[in-house]
């Protein structure tokens, strides 16, 4: 599950009225805003290889339990909630990995105009590994945005991969929610 995993920006709404925003970003926002902020760390941490199993299975369970309850106030079905905690695993990894990238000095927007990332890109499904291409196409976006990427660490790249891994299945998963 976690090679699956690992590898939030709201969509923009203005094209719908205010209180249809206002109750599609609460059903985004809902887990998501009940995880203190020291668990998501914990959370962005182990999604990028930190910690044990157990306590990756730890953190796990307690997000399942929340956004379980996020999805029982929704009217969620069986496979919009295993979606809805993929959508929320994959949200608070992301967030927490793009501060920590930022922090390295390097950009997660490169990332996701690489792989055409976003609420109309074409969001590469990369809920397993990453081929070689799609490795070079990160490394060649760093290269032409003037990074020199024999600075750039192993951990920081492995960041930069959790993070494009985290973004795909955020945006895919966020499609598949019917809200």
Not at 3 to 29: C, R, T, W, Y
Not at 135 to 158: F, K, L, N, P, R
Not at 168 to 176: D, E
């Amino acid at each position: 599950m976690l090679k699956g995993l690992m590898a939030g920006a709201a969509l923009a709404l203005a094209a719908l009225p205010a209180g249809a925003a206002a109750q599609e970003g609460e059903k985004f926002d809902c887990a998501v805003s009940a995880v203190a902020a020291d668990t998501k760390a914990s959370i962005g941490a182990a999604m990028a290889g930190a910690g044990d199993d157990a306590g990756r299975e730890e953190l796990f369970g307690s997000l399942a339990a929340i956004t379980k309850g996020c999805a029982t106030q929704h009217a969620m079905d069986d496979a919009q909630q295993r979606d809805y905690f993929e959508y929320s695993l994959a949200r608070i990894a992301r967030e927490w990995l793009a501060g920590d990238i930022a922090r390295l000095k390097l950009s997660t927007e490169t990332v996701d105009k690489a792989l055409d990332f976003g609420p109309s890109g074409a969001n590469p499904d990369l809920s397993g590994d990453m081929n070689e291409d799609q490795i070079m196409t990160i490394v060649q976006a760093y290269i032409d945005s003037g990074v020199d990427i024999e600075t750039v660490d192993t951990e920081a790249w492995e960041k930069v991969g959790a993070y494009a891994a985290a973004t795909s299945i955020y945006w895919n998963k966020r499609k598949q929610l019917p809200f």
